[in-house]
């Protein structure tokens, strides 16, 4: 690298660059963290709930299966008069687009959730499809934080690879350039200083000469 001038000066812009951009880095790192904290502590809760309720729902369809016919329950199940679509949007959230997970009911009624009538079937099988019915919604939101977390965990370790590179490389490196380039400069001004002290010492003693 030439130590000129022109170079100082751009290694100086680039070094203010390089610090404001670590800030800014730093900042969205702790902010994806903070974030990052809050869909953890949401998923632990939402896994919790889910599972005991899904245990709920399966204490329920146990009972349901040894007081019901295997034929019954299985006309029971067979065509379910509720249906929804699923659809994913984005949002983007310090740059890292998570998903949302919508839900759109087919038919009129979201609450018409029992395809069949109450004549042979059991009451623990009303209670088990509600429970699923109840944590359905759950369930998505689970699977939405979930993969929240798993997108927002790689930006993080993006973005401190990011931060580290620039706190422990590219800016002590600029530094230690635009040092040595400044000692350059100093020397060689402090070396023309001294050539020119010396011209001006020759030229006075010639003048003294032919006089």
């Known amino acids: 690298m030439n130590p000129t001038r022109m170079e100082l000066t751009n290694l100086k812009r680039k070094l203010i660059t390089a610090v404001r951009g670590h800030k800014l880095l730093k900042d969205k790192r702790d ?4 974030q990052f904290l809050d869909l953890v502590r949401e998923n632990k809760k939402l896994r919790l709930e889910v599972e005991q309720a899904i245990k709920q729902a399966n204490s329920h369809m146990a009972i349901a299966r040894s007081v019901m016919q295997n034929e019954f329950l299985d006309v029971a199940l067979m065509l379910p008069k509720q249906k929804l679509s699923l659809e994913i949007e984005k949002q983007n959230i310090m740059s890292v687009n998570i998903p949302v997970y919508k839900t759109k009911y087919i038919t009129d009624n979201e609450n018409d959730i029992y395809s069949y ?15 699923l019915s109840d944590v359905f919604p ?5 699977a939405q934080v979930e993969k929240s977390c798993q997108l927002m965990a790689a930006e993080i370790e993006k973005t401190r690879r990011r931060v580290n590179a620039l706190e422990h ?4 490196q600029y530094r230690e350039t635009i040092k040595y380039i400044t000692m350059k400069l100093d020397e060689n001004e402090r070396s ?3 050539r020119l002290m010396k011209v001006k010492d ?5 003048a003294h000469n032919y006089t």
Do not use: C
């Open 31 to 34: 902010e994806l963290m903070r």
């Open 117 to 131: 009538g109450y004549a042979f079937t059991s009451s623990d099988l009303d209670d088990a499809i509600r429970s």
């Open 138 to 142: 759950k369930m998505l939101r689970l």
């Open 169 to 172: 490389v590219m800016i002590p």
């Open 192 to 194: 023309t200083n001294t």
């Open 202 to 206: 020759m030229m006075l003693a010639q």
